[in-house]
């Protein structure tokens, strides 16, 4: 079985500083980790994903993730926060092993950023 | 490419109704899924398919039915609406080969009374 953590349900930052948006997994296997944004009545937008290969992963509009497979964890980060950053962040895993392609979601992050 | 597409995009059903989500995509992807969203749960996996003729129970499967003729289309189905279906309903496709990236439409907002 595979499962997603995101143990914090909002983060608040200020405006230009650095934020983290935590992600804990369980896979039985090696991990696939993805981070989705989703904003105000829209799908969900993907953002970056771990495969394999270097641990720090960059993305779209200045994210990056760091996998950490000690820690089991895919913790989402942006150096300076802008207020349209301000969304809904899903954290998703799949089993490498995992037939189908499906993901497993977690109870996403609300990111408020304040000017 | 219009990428994965939904409609509608707003609905409101009496309990026992019957209802069709149509779902579309033009990206020749092998892999669709049905999602519901509902607050503080994230995303759960209706159903989804792995290609044209072949579908699959995923974690929330009761209340729903699926198919999967072609490789564009697939289609969800309330059989007897409930309140307990009121959610937002995300159609995902699946770019497979070095990536597993899916893609999401817009979704189908359900109210069910």
């Known amino acids: 079985a595979q499962s997603v953590a995101q143990p914090e349900d909002q983060v608040n930052v200020a405006e230009g500083n650095p934020l983290t948006v935590k992600c804990t997994y369980s896979?039985?296997?090696?991990?696939?980790l993805f981070w989705y944004v989703q904003y105000p009545n829209r799908g969900l937008q993907f953002l970056l994903k771990?495969?394999?290969?270097?641990?720090l992963v960059k993305g779209s509009y200045g994210f990056e993730a760091e996998f950490n497979k000690s820690q089991t964890s895919f913790h989402l980060k942006k150096p300076s926060a802008l207020v349209s950053d301000s969304a809904l962040y899903f954290c998703?895993?799949?089993?490498?092993?995992?037939?189908?392609?499906?993901?497993?979601f977690g109870g996403g992050t609300r990111l408020m950023v304040k000017p | 490419n219009a990428g994965v597409t939904q409609t509608p995009k707003f609905q409101v059903l009496k309990t026992g109704q019957s209802m069709t989500l149509q779902c579309a995509q033009d990206?020749?992807?092998?892999?669709m899924s049905w999602y519901r969203q509902d607050p503080g749960m994230g995303l759960r996996l209706i159903h989804y398919?792995?290609?044209?003729?072949?579908?699959d129970q995923g974690e929330v499967p009761n209340g729903y039915n699926v198919s999967r003729s072609t490789t564009e289309d697939f289609p969800l189905r309330l059989l007897s609406a409930a309140p307990s279906q009121t959610s937002v309903y995300f159609c995902?496709?699946?770019?497979?080969?070095?990536?597993?990236?899916?893609?999401f439409g817009p979704g189908t907002r359900l109210l069910v009374l």
């Open positions: 995902a496709s699946t770019q497979t080969g070095g990536g597993e990236t899916q893609y």
């Open positions: 896979v039985s296997g090696n991990p696939y």
């Open positions: 771990y495969i394999t290969g270097d641990n």
């Open positions: 998703a895993v799949r089993d490498y092993n995992n037939a189908g392609n499906m993901l497993t």
């Open positions: 990206m020749n992807h092998e892999y």
């Open positions: 398919s792995v290609g044209a003729g072949i579908t």
